[in-house]
Nanobody, 127 residues
């Protein structure tokens, strides 16, 4: 079992930045791909960013490319999401997720592929 806890959410004005962190505990290690997803009221959960195990390949949703950066620190079992130039449409609950994988470098953008989820952290961007 893996437990994921997200921190760093909050209320910010448009144009500002936030940094989300997700710490994993339990059966942790480097053989996990990690991802961030978000969900707004009335909408389905959507992919935001992912980072592979091993070499750290990344993939981003088009809506956040150039503004968000995902990174991981395997020594601390942590994955971060740096969010710059935030927009009101970025308002959502952000969830961290992990996927057990033996495929080094593989990335996963579909939420159904992930094995473990955090409880989520609220990000609100005011205009």
């Amino acid at each position: 079992q893996v437990q994921l806890v997200e921190t760093g959410g909050g209320l910010v004005q448009a144009g500002n930045s936030l940094r989300l962190s997700c710490v994993a505990s339990g059966r942790t290690g480097s053989n996990y791909a990690m991802g961030w997803f978000r969900q707004s009221p009335g909408k389905e959960r959507e992919f935001v960013a992912t980072i592979s195990s091993g070499i750290g390949n990344t993939e981003y949703a088009d809506s956040v490319k150039g503004r968000f950066t995902i990174s991981r620190d395997n020594a601390q079992s942590m994955v971060n999401l740096q969010m710059n130039s935030l927009k009101p449409e970025d308002t959502a609950i952000y969830y961290c997720a992990s996927k057990i994988t033996t495929l080094t470098g593989a990335i996963y953008t579909r939420s159904s592929r992930y094995d473990y989820w955090g409880q989520g952290t609220q990000v609100t961007v005011s205009s």
